[in-house]
Nanobody
């Protein structure tokens, strides 16, 4: 499957953005799709994902309660709604398929290209 992320931009602290990840190549709905992010000088970190079927979601502690992942299988799209953004949310955000928890979240499938999110204070 190929993934295309979009929706990043510059926003003030407290604002919102919605990222989109469009999948193509084969049955997108059969994959567990999630989001990671990588800030400058830091390792890529897990943000949110669907897992164990479409209704189960997981979030990192850093975004729990502020970010929400959703999907539209008819559009082959997974969204990441980001509210109450903070400067520390500034990063390149990546979507990925076939996430698996093996002590930590890892990607067994494909990565999309990143989309830059910048939150100003």
């Amino acid at each position: 499957v190929q993934l295309q992320a979009s929706g990043g931009g510059l926003v003030q602290a407290g604002g919102s953005l919605r990222l989109s990840c469009v999948g193509s190549g084969r049955a997108f709905s059969s994959f567990y799709v999630g989001w990671f992010r990588q800030a400058p000088g830091k390792e890529r970190e897990f943000v949110a994902t669907f897992a164990r079927g479409r209704g189960v979601t997981f979030y990192s502690d850093a975004v729990e309660g502020r970010f929400s992942i959703s999907r539209d299988d008819a559009r082959n799209t997974v969204y990441l709604q980001m509210n109450s953004l903070r400067p520390e949310d500034t990063a390149v955000y990546y979507c990925a398929s076939d996430l698996s928890y093996e002590g930590r979240w890892i990607v067994r499938g494909s990565w999309g290209q990143g989309t830059q999110v910048t939150v100003s204070s």
